[in-house]
């Protein structure tokens, strides 16, 4: 919403306000937001706008066009939108049953035109779209907002801008658009917008993700990293190897099969990818619980034990059936952070080593590769933490996506050498670290270092990480939020107008303001420029000042 939604409250102020809605608009705080800046989150690519102020019919109708207009993710996602725009509105109000009279409204319809009747959801998929909003001009009987795109996903995109277009106005109680016409014509910047999320350190439950998922689609962030499992607990259903999931924490912090495809399901509604992560050889003590062959013994748990063939067995019936669960052509191997003493200080795997003439370093490359060819078997694309690229990059799979952490510097190296890449450097886009300001989020530069326009082409985009340690439920969201934003705006946003002038003047009003918009859609989005993120209020006072 943009920011005209916050208004003084006396008649008077609500009558100078009629007749300077150019003017900056003052809290009662004494608070102000520059009109000169566009409060929309993340910045379109293309823009116009006027300074006509427009009404929102709360019964606003839907009118669809082209082959994708009658796809269920496009009318539900309409009516989603529709009860957070109306949030305060509800069909006809009681002035206007007290007077008997229907308001006329200038947006009565909204018409979305949807090229394709597709619903594939993969890696590139068309997210552009354009956006007019106008008022009626005297030809046709209702005013109207207009959405076009190739794809459903792209018209999703335009419903979320339209939606933050719109605002409640506390003196009239009604829905306006300020600073119209408009004119949108936008697209992201990169295919890969993600966040990592961690469910092994902490259980989420599955309303918890689904919240998650919720707001991601709010910053136009398009992909879950879903690392479901790690050393500490195995939460997932594996139907062909039952007794994986011993490894949960207790019996009621699981996810069952259906669980994990509802999960992806209510992100494709939202056009959302969710890839898996399954990090082996480390990280896969919690394997041991029920298997306890995998463990190179009972007293050195990882990496998993290489010198076995069931090993492999389980690893394989593990992608065979989450292969049905998550459609999406990436699939994350993890290979972080491999400590092989267990290794070489284990009789028999010292001796599979010495049989084969392999050193440890030459097993976890044996291992990694292994795994990259069950999961190109499957018909998925390798992803891997960078430890992988770092330790054997001529031996990779030439289709691996390398998943940048340690620092930067690794995708210029990767993508010179014809590797895909993913950037998440731990040092700004983890979002565990909390003592990483907004700013620092926000500059960081997924294309750092690399000129060259076709080695650009290769990074795919960027995530931030939620790592949980120390997050669960509650405390996850606002330690996602607002900084989660910072990066979005970064991966979906042209590179220049997010990057010239000063940021504390350009971005953080309007990322402050986002934060707002979080707040009253239901998202704990923790203050913007504490200190330590996720940290209470200092005080009393606006949202929009903290």
Known sequence: ????????????????????????????????????????????????????????????????????????????????????????????????????IRSVYDISELRIIVNSDSEELQLGV??????????????????????????????????????????????????????????????????????????????LPIDVIKQIIESMSYAKLNVLHWHIIDEQSFPLEVPTYPDLWKGSYTKWERYT?????????????????????????????????????????????????????????LISGILSDIRKIFPFELFHLGGDE??????TSTPHIKQWLNNRNMT??????????????????????????????????????????????LGPGVCPKAVAKGFRCIFSNQGVWYLDHL??????????????????????????????????ETADTSNVQQTIWPRAAAAAERLWSKREPVSARNITLTALPRYQYFRCLLNRRGVQAAPATNKYARSPPNGPGSCYEQ
């Open 1 to 100: 919403m943009l920011p005209f939604s916050q208004k003084p409250h006396s008649k008077f102020s609500f009558f100078i306000f009629s007749f300077c809605v150019c003017q900056l608009v003052v809290l009662n705080s004494g608070f102000e937001l520059d009109e000169s800046l566009t409060y929309i989150w993340p910045l379109p690519s293309e823009f116009k706008s006027g300074n006509e102020t427009l009404t929102v019919d709360p019964t606003l109708s839907l009118s669809v066009l082209g082959k994708g207009g009658d796809l269920k993710i496009l009318r539900e996602g309409f009516e989603r939108y529709k009860k957070i725009i109306f949030k305060h509105v509800s069909g006809v109000s009681i002035f206007e049953k007290w007077i008997g």
């Open 338 to 343: 491999v400590n092989t003493d267990c290794w």
């Open 435 to 468: 003592d990483v300001p907004w700013d620092q989020v926000y500059n960081a530069e997924p294309l750092e270092g690399i000129n060259n326009v076709s080695e650009q082409n290769l990074v795919l985009g960027g995530e931030v990480c939620m790592w949980c």
């Open 126 to 203: 068309d997210e552009s779209y354009t956006l007019s909003v106008a008022k009626n001009d005297g030809k046709s009987i209702v005013g109207e907002a207009t959405i076009e795109a190739n794809t459903v996903y792209g018209a999703l995109r335009g419903l979320e801008t339209f939606s933050q277009l719109c605002a409640f106005d506390y003196g009239t109680k009604s829905v306006q658009v300020y600073k119209a016409p408009w004119y949108i014509q936008d697209k992201p910047r990169f295919a890969y917008r993600g966040l990592l999320l961690d469910t092994s350190r902490h259980y």
């Open 257 to 313: 099969v259906e669980d994990a495809s509802e999960i992806v399901s209510f992100a494709k509604m939202r056009g959302i990818h969710v890839m898996a992560e399954v990090d082996v050889p480390g990280h896969a003590e919690s394997w041991g619980a029920g298997y306890p062959d995998l463990w190179p013994t009972s007293s050195c748990r990882e990496p998993l034990d290489v010198s076995k063939n069931f090993t492999f067995d």
């Open 360 to 405: 440890a370093k030459d097993a976890y490359q044996y291992f990694v590769l292994k795994a990259q060819e069950m999961a190109i078997s499957k018909g998925w694309t390798p992803v891997n933490w960078e430890e992988t690229f770092n330790a054997f990059a001529s031996n990779l799979n030439p289709r691996t996506v390398v998943h940048n952490w």
